[in-house]
């Protein structure tokens, strides 16, 4: 049986080639288009981590509640005790401590509400190699009362590097206090809304400011992002649960996971649409071949084959059909997604980002199985009922077409 179908298959070969061309162009839509989208997924998530969140944070318990209410109630009051847990974990690349505040930025014109947060420069920098200075230059430990300002900020308050700024705010206690400091640069995240109200200052200047020696959240940056989620088992077993909570990157990235459940949706809507495309194409072609072909079948039943080997025939056929289509498919789907990663897509700023990105085209195995089994199962799907109607004809009916 798989003999004769793999000889019927090589002697229509114009009927072979078209279909054979319809299975390899759906195969090759499925994994260019998967690959694209996953490829989305993996920039957004690196800009997430590598501009904003880190890893994995770490808060005193019920900050990630309460603390936007009361945030002083919520200090990490002990920060070296988690930052050297922390270090000692696998595949934990840096600790930093950050305190976060809310406070007025003036110009020597007019006052601007900010959003602050206390850094240890040199482990941010390394930590936001997606964070892009639009002037002046990067903040470093050297700068005691240096201060970053948002892109937004800077532009609301005509603050340039180079220029004086002042931060007033309520410490802890309630007292009012305020520091001078020296615009060192701009910055840039992907998120524009961050950026409009955000600036950044050391850590040692952000305790002075509030009066106070500890911080809100210790932050984590990881060798690998596959490594998150058993990073944060190990340091939620070690850290007391009453005393500190621990989040990953993915719990603290609310539009991160709107954003992936928009384009799965989307995407399985475009396999369903290549599936059905591929289906309706192949059983157009097997239809004629079988047309053409009914008084070969009556032959072979005149001649003692059964309805269902007749069946059967058909069916091998058209599996060795989409095998071939399918492996031709994954094999082209790999060599131009390589080609066009190799270009790069330019792509404009997604939504609330003023940063733009290329994209590139990552070839998963779950793509390449994905397409391979549409080009199989709609080949095979295509073929069942030509294949009954041809085996159930009458034999002399079938014969009569030769």
């Not at 090589?10 to 260019?32: D, E, F, N, P, Q």
């Not at 509640?65 to 930052?83: C, D, F, Q, R």
């Not at 157009?284 to 025939?313: I, K």
């Amino acid at each position: 049986m798989l003999k004769l179908a793999w000889r019927n298959t090589l002697r229509h070969r114009g009927r072979t080639a078209l279909t054979l061309s319809v299975i390899i162009s759906g195969v090759v839509g499925i994994i260019l288009s998967g690959g694209f989208v996953e490829d989305i997924y993996v920039q957004l998530r690196e800009a997430t981590i590598h501009s904003q969140l880190g890893h994995i944070q770490v808060y005193k318990t019920g900050y990630h509640e309460h603390g936007a209410a009361n945030p002083y109630k919520y200090l990490i009051e002990t920060p070296a005790e988690v930052s050297k847990r922390a270090e000692g974990t696998p595949n934990v690349e840096d600790v930093m401590a950050r305190l976060s505040f809310t406070s007025v930025i003036n110009n020597g014109r007019t006052d601007t509400a900010i959003l602050g947060e206390g850094i240890e420069p040199d482990k941010e920098a390394r930590l936001g190699s997606l964070v892009t200075i639009t002037a002046g230059r990067q903040l470093t430990s050297a700068d005691r009362f240096g201060i970053l300002l948002g892109e937004g900020v800077a532009h609301a308050t005509k603050l340039k590097p180079g220029d004086h700024a002042t931060l007033l705010l309520n410490t802890a206690e309630g007292a009012l206090n305020s520091l001078d400091f020296d615009v060192v640069g701009v910055f840039r995240t992907f998120s524009k809304e961050y950026d409009a109200r955000a600036v950044r200052i050391s850590l040692q200047a952000a305790q002075e400011l509030l009066a106070v020696s500890s911080v809100n959240v210790i932050v984590l940056s990881l060798k690998q992002t596959e490594a998150t989620d058993g990073v944060a088992k190990f340091l939620k077993d070690q850290l007391d649960p009453n005393r500190y909570e621990v989040k990953t990157w993915r719990e603290l990235a609310d539009f991160y996971d709107k954003t992936v459940a928009l384009y799965q949706r989307q995407f399985a809507v475009l396999q369903g649409i290549i599936l059905v495309a591929v289906l309706l194409s192949v059983a157009n072609s097997v239809n004629m071949s079988v047309f053409e072909r009914t008084g070969e079948f009556g032959t072979l039943m005149a001649l003692g084959n059964r309805s269902a080997e007749v069946f059967r025939l058909v069916l091998t056929e058209n599996a060795l059909l989409g095998l071939l289509g399918g492996v031709a498919g994954v094999l082209l789907g790999v060599l131009a997604g390589w080609a066009i990663s190799a270009i790069g897509i330019p792509m404009p700023p997604p939504p609330n980002s003023n940063i733009g990105y290329t994209a590139a085209i990552r070839i998963t195995l779950g793509d390449l199985g994905m397409g391979f089994l549409i080009g199989v199962a709609a080949t095979v799907l295509a073929a069942l009922l030509p294949a009954r109607r041809v085996a159930h004809i009458p034999v002399v009916e079938a014969l009569r077409q030769n």
